[in-house]
């Protein structure tokens, strides 16, 4: 079975601060991937990174780091310099990549960004 | 079409009535998942098709949401009698087979669905 749990409903951060949105996952596929997607209040789902399970480094993109840590299972996204634009949904998800497993999502993190 | 393509964008339906809503996956896509979205929540994972395979549909809440998908690429999902607890946005998404960094799930804008 897989799990995907995400403990923060909702962030409050100043602009130009770091953020840091909580992400752990549980599955018995040896084999994975862990995404973050963005969801403003348009409603469009907005591919953010991806992380393998056996990538060993921390992926990057622009201001968006994942912090991987396997051994605790968890995949905190880490927005740098955060913006006005950033304030939106953020939903973590997984896919096992066993014979046909889906990608399944975590509840969101609300994040609104303060002037 | 380059992207998901999902329609109705807008379906408002009287309670009792069946609906169908259709998603056209990005060509060449294996992979189809549809989500619904109820407001202000995460995504609740419905039916996943893969190839020829038979279909993940662990996720379909009552016997009276069913899905298809046609020829492995066309899906439409079917409600039927509908309930005001259905009203909520459908969002369909492809993928190639392991959805890796270069491949990710594309998702479609979602067919609003409001029952009255």
């Known amino acids: 079975a897989q799990k995907i749990t995400q403990t923060q409903p909702g962030m409050f951060v100043q602009e130009k601060e770091a953020v840091t949105l909580d992400c752990t996952y549980d599955?018995?596929?040896?084999?994975?991937?862990l995404f973050w997607y963005k969801q403003p209040s348009s409603g469009e789902m907005i591919f953010l990174i991806y992380?393998?399970?056996?990538?060993?480094q921390n992926a990057t993109e622009g201001r968006y780091s994942l912090n991987f840590q396997k051994a605790r299972k968890s995949a905190n996204l880490v927005i740098s310099a955060s913006q006005l634009g950033d304030s939106a949904m953020y939903f973590c998800?997984?896919?096992?990549?066993?014979?046909?497993?889906?990608?399944?999502f975590g509840s969101g993190t609300r994040l609104s960004i303060r002037p | 079409g380059a992207g998901v393509s999902q329609s109705p964008s807008n379906k408002v339906t009287e309670k009792g009535k069946d609906v169908e809503l259709r998603c056209d996956p990005i060509?060449?896509?294996?992979?189809l998942y549809w989500y619904r979205q109820s407001l202000g929540q995460g995504l609740e994972f419905l039916i996943y098709?893969?190839?020829?395979?038979?279909?993940?549909k662990s996720g379909l809440p009552s016997d009276r949401f069913s899905a298809e998908r046609t020829g492995g690429s066309v899906s439409t999902l079917t409600i039927q009698r509908t309930q005001q607890e259905d009203s909520a946005v459908y969002l369909c998404?492809?993928?190639?087979?392991?959805?890796?960094?270069?491949?990710?799930?594309?998702f479609g804008e979602g067919s609003w669905l409001t029952v009255v």
């Open positions: 098709f893969q190839g020829n395979s038979a279909p993940d």
């Open positions: 998800a997984m896919r096992g990549y066993s014979s046909a497993s889906k990608i399944i």
């Open positions: 060509s060449g896509h294996t992979a």
């Open positions: 992380q393998g399970s056996y990538d060993e």
């Open positions: 599955t018995s596929d040896q084999s994975y991937g």
């Open positions: 998404a492809s993928s190639t087979r392991t959805a890796n960094s270069g491949n990710t799930i594309y």
